[in-house]
T-cell receptor, first 109, second 114 residues
């Protein structure tokens, strides 16, 4: 099955700093999502992005499907951005997703 | 619009007891997924349904686990008998359509087996 590798595993930022999180896939995917798990444990959809670039406020994501990776950019980070960021991908009929291990982000004020 | 609704939010029970977790998917969604999250194994897919039919249950850990989807608006995940190693957060998610659609997650059920 597909392997999903995320980097870095953890990251500490000063408030206001920018960061880039990366997700590599062992095989091509046609379904790719980024999630934020907040300190209360909720999994929040950030982007559905099997290819191309999307932006939502201070967050943006780019997926290069031919090279099997995706990037999540966080600009002007805030303490509320803290939590765990997951990417997940899939190739199969039925929207089945495989999750990476996550990047733990802590933004300090 | 209401999101995916899971109940209970928290469950604490003694080993050997039957546990039933419930999920109501987003109205109109026809794919439903059950996941388990632990520190050791991360987020892993247990089973998923398309149009109320189980498609892939290869992630179900053992026969003590079972899942049903009697109709398009309700699913259950049952553990009988429960064991301490089943302690985890269990998430339910749903999608519209059967391919290339984003998954939407419920808030999860935090299960503790004593």
């Amino acid at each position: 099955g597909i392997q999903v590798e995320q980097s870095p595993p953890d990251l500490i930022l000063q408030e206001g700093a920018n960061s880039t999180l990366r997700c590599n896939f062992s095989d091509s995917v046609n379904n790719l999502q980024w999630f934020h798990q907040n300190p209360w444990g909720q999994l929040i959809n950030l982007f559905y992005i099997p290819s191309g670039t999307k932006q939502n406020g201070r967050l943006s994501a780019t997926t290069v499907a031919t090279e099997r990776y995706s990037l999540l950019y966080i600009s002007s980070s805030q303490t509320t951005d803290s939590g765990v960021y997951f990417c997940a991908g899939g190739m199969e009929y039925g929207n089945k997703l495989v999750f990476g291990a996550g990047t733990i982000l802590r933004v300090k004020s | 619009d209401a999101g995916v609704i899971q109940s209970p939010r928290h469950e604490v029970t003694e080993m050997g007891q039957e546990v039933t977790l419930r999920c109501k998917p987003i109205s109109g969604h026809n794919s439903l997924f059950w996941y388990r999250q632990t520190m050791m194994r991360g987020l892993e897919l247990l089973i998923y349904f398309n149009n109320n039919v189980p498609i892939d249950d290869s992630g179900m850990p053992e026969d003590r686990f079972s899942a049903k989807m009697p109709n398009a608006s309700f699913s259950t995940l049952k553990i009988q008998p429960s064991e301490p190693r089943d302690s985890a957060v269990y998430f339910c998610a749903s999608t519209e359509g059967t391919s290339n659609q984003p998954q939407h997650f419920g808030d999860g059920t935090r299960l503790s087996i004593l």
